[in-house]
């Protein structure tokens, strides 16, 4: 049995892919989310690895999905423990002693924001609504603050120690109403970055709340063709 291993992204929620888990349960595997500290100023990127290397354990058929500032966490667990692919959805992609709070600089990510946003007639001031839940059903939105957690400055600052990407099937999956990270500006950074094409669904930023269906669909795709 494949067990996918999902790494949430700012806040650390592992409830984010609550309505992902059973799609990806009903096809026969595994899917585990991983609940992270996002709002624990003590907690940095060795910490969150060691809990999703704890959530692992002895698993040996493992599919880690990044989400977000998951990104950052995703390679350090490669280095760790033997994963099978590595799926990023909508992530922050490091380089090897990059920090998360430079990538946005270093990617050029808020320029993309603005530019995209500028094109698409909404507002280019950051608001949760606009850039977050745009597209999510009002019913999970309600939900949602139930499990918000603001991420602690203190992730921003740990360097991501990594020599290199794994051997294995990497993966980058894009929402292709990202307003966050503009789907055209995360091809870039995929090319750039990873030598990498993407796939686009359909969904915004949290494309595993607002439209599970077609983000299973990817996932179990890969899991068949590897």
């Known amino acids: 049995m494949t067990s996918f291993v999902l790494i949430p992204g700012a806040g650390g929620a592992a409830w984010y892919w609550h309505r992902l888990v059973p799609l990806l349960e009903r096809a026969g595997n595994e899917a585990v989310p991983v609940d992270l500290p996002g709002d624990d100023e003590n907690a940095g990127l060795d910490e969150y690895a060691e809990l999703v ?3 692992i354990g002895d698993r040996s058929d493992v599919v880690l999905v990044a989400q977000s500032l998951g990104g950052f966490t995703a390679p350090l667990v490669c280095q760790r423990v033997p994963v099978r692919q590595l799926v990023f959805v909508n992530a922050m992609i490091p380089l090897p002693g990059e920090t998360a709070g430079n990538w946005g600089k270093n990617t050029g990510s808020d320029k993309a924001r603005n530019a995209a946003a500028k094109q698409g007639g909404y507002s280019t001031e950051f608001d949760v609504s606009t850039y977050f839940f745009h597209d999510v059903p009002d019913s999970v939105t309600r939900e ?18 990594f020599e290199k990407w794994p051997d294995i099937p990497i993966h980058v999956v894009v929402g292709n109403d990202d307003r966050l990270f503009p789907a055209d500006f995360q091809e870039r950074v995929a090319r750039e970055r990873l030598d990498q094409s993407v796939d686009r669904v359909p969904g915004g930023h ?21």
């Open 53 to 55: 290397v704890r959530a």
């Open 144 to 161: 949602a603050e139930n499990h918000d957690r603001e991420e602690a400055q203190t992730i921003f600052k740990k360097v991501c120690q």
């Open 206 to 226: 949290l494309v595993a709340l607002s439209n599970p269906e077609p983000l299973a669909a990817l996932l179990l795709g890969y899991l068949r063709a590897h």
